[in-house]
């Protein structure tokens, strides 16, 4: 099992950055993919970005290519997500979570974390 606690959430301005953590416990994390999603009021939940965490390979979406970078820290056991050029349509509650890779799915979630952007 693996417990997920985020931190980092706020208001920004346009154009800011931040810097969301994802504090990762259990045990095998090497056995996992972690993901980092989104959902906006009256939208579908998204995933933006995800990390194997045994050799930190990554892909993205296309809505946060370029702007969003997914690492993680194995010594620390923690998930981040780096935001850069930050738009009021990246405003929404943030997650992150974990899946067995190639189970294609995500069994653990964390509480999420509200970012607000604002214009």
């Known amino acids: 099992q693996v417990q997920l606690v985020e931190s980092g959430g706020g208001l920004v301005q346009a154009g800011g950055s931040l810097r969301l953590s994802c504090a990762a416990s259990g045990r095998f994390l090497s056995n996992y993919v972690m993901g980092w999603f989104r959902q906006a009021p009256g939208k579908e939940r998204e995933l933006l970005a995800r990390i194997r965490w045994s050799d930190s390979s990554t892909d993205y979406s296309d809505s946060v290519k370029g702007r969003f970078t997914i690492s993680r820290n194995s010594v620390r056991n923690t998930l981040y997500l780096q935001m850069n050029s930050l738009k009021p349509e990246d405003t929404a509650v943030y997650y992150c979570?974990?899946?067995?890779?190639?189970?294609?799915?995500?069994?653990?979630w964390g509480q999420g974390t509200q970012v607000t952007v604002s214009s």
């Open positions: 979570a974990a899946g067995l890779v190639g189970a294609d799915k995500y069994d653990y």
